[in-house]
Nanobody, 119 residues
Framework: QVHLLESGGNLVQAGGSLTLSCAASGSRFNIMGWYRQAPGKQRELVATTSSGSISGGSAIYADSVKGRFTISRDNAKNTVSLQMNSLKSEDTAVYYC???????????WGQGTQVTVSS
């Protein structure tokens, strides 16, 4: 059974930094990444990596976070992290870890962690 454990959400001032972490267990994973959902908006992709990227080198980023956020993963530990710098109020959202299993590409969501950026 797949389990995802997220951590790192917090209240931070605009311009500050936060690091989110997600530890996955119960399978081998291909896609590991982060989505977010702000109040009244649809869930959107933030950043993802595939299993071939050891340090997030082939990561995909939303245009709104390019240059500010960095995704990284540890394949041996099944963890994925999101370093968020220069945070803006519009980054306020619940951030969700998302993974897909290497076998059959089944997707799983974490429970979400709140990031609030005060202006």
């Amino acid at each position: 059974q797949v389990h995802l454990l997220e951590s790192g959400g917090n209240l931070v001032q605009a311009g500050g930094s936060l690091t989110l972490s997600c530890a996955a267990s119960g399978s081998r994973f291909n896609i590991m990444g982060w989505y977010r959902q702000a109040p009244g908006k649809q869930r959107e992709l933030v950043a993802t990596t595939s299993s071939g990227s050891i340090s997030g080198g082939s990561a995909i980023y939303a245009d709104s976070v390019k240059g500010r956020f960095t995704i990284s993963r540890d394949n041996a530990k099944n963890t994925v992290s999101l370093q968020m710098n220069s945070l803006k109020s519009e980054d306020t959202a619940v951030y969700y870890c998302y993974v897909t299993t290497a076998l059959y590409a089944v997707g799983y969501w974490g429970q979400g962690t709140q990031v609030t950026v005060s202006s």
